[in-house]
């Protein structure tokens, strides 16, 4: 690669040298990142060159219009080399967030087993809760038509019961009425007869009356002579009716 040219205010040829030589001395670097020092040395190298990197992007940025091409071409070899450099640190820093990744995944998957554990017995518990509340309900539904049921049988006793006695009231009462009846019937026809017979009585004493009459009985001694036979006062004399 030719002389930096473009980036020489960012870094400079002899300073990419020196990074090449620490990456090449680094390779197969391995730190401890759980001890704090050793996190420290490893972080601080690799903040180092990515201060560079960002710094690179900047001017890269701000004089791309006037060298494009050739900035672009630049970067790109400055890039490589940087983040050649840089990988012994950033190896060890995405193994080191791989790990810690995969220890809090862990734990995440343990809490959330245990969570799901605790969330099951508690559905479960509920359950049987909800089961024993099912079974007291229909329990309860159950006594209740069954009551309701009783009920029902009682009163069709009762209205039936209710039913013959009003059945054998409306006897009484028919019979009762029947009686009735015939007794207005038969003082009707007693009424009857009896009006009969004192019209035909009053009809045979006034053809008596009329007899006598022709007979040279005046009317008023004819009248006390019927008077007399129909009250019984004249011996031996009847009139026939």
């Known amino acids: 690669m030719k002389n930096i040219e473009i980036f020489n205010a960012v870094v400079t040829e002899d300073v990419l040298k020196i990074l090449d030589a620490e990456s090449e001395k680094y390779k197969g670097l391995y730190c401890d990142l759980s001890n704090k020092e050793e996190r420290k040395f490893v972080k601080d190298k690799a903040q180092e060159i990515n201060n560079l990197l960002k710094k690179l992007d900047r001017s890269r940025i701000d004089i791309a219009k006037e060298y494009k091409y050739k900035v672009e071409i630049e970067a790109s070899q400055i890039r490589e080399r940087l983040e050649n450099a840089n990988r012994p640190f950033t190896a060890l820093i995405d193994e080191w967030t791989a790990q810690r990744k995969a220890i809090l995944d862990t734990k995440k998957a343990e809490e959330d ?32 038509e069954a009551e309701e049921l009783e009920k029902i049988k009682l009163q069709a006793v009762e209205d039936a ?5 009003l059945e054998a009231q409306k006897k009484i009462d028919d019979e009762e009425e029947r009686k009735i009846t015939a007794q207005k019937d038969r003082e009707k026809a007693a009424t009857e007869l009896k009006r009969k017979n004192i019209a035909h009585q009053i009809k045979v004493n006034n053809d008596a009356l009329e007899s006598m009459i022709d007979h040279g009985i005046d009317h008023g001694t004819a009248k006390t002579i019927i008077k007399l036979i129909a009250k019984g006062k004249i011996i031996n004399v009847s009139i026939n009716y």
Not at 161 to 165: N, P, S, T, W
């Open 113 to 144: 087993a245990k969570q799901s554990a605790i969330q099951f017995q508690i559905d479960f518990d509920d359950a049987l809760t909800m089961n024993k509340l099912f079974d007291f309900e229909r329990k309860e539904r159950l006594a209740r």
């Open 161 to 165: 019961m209710l039913q013959l006695e």
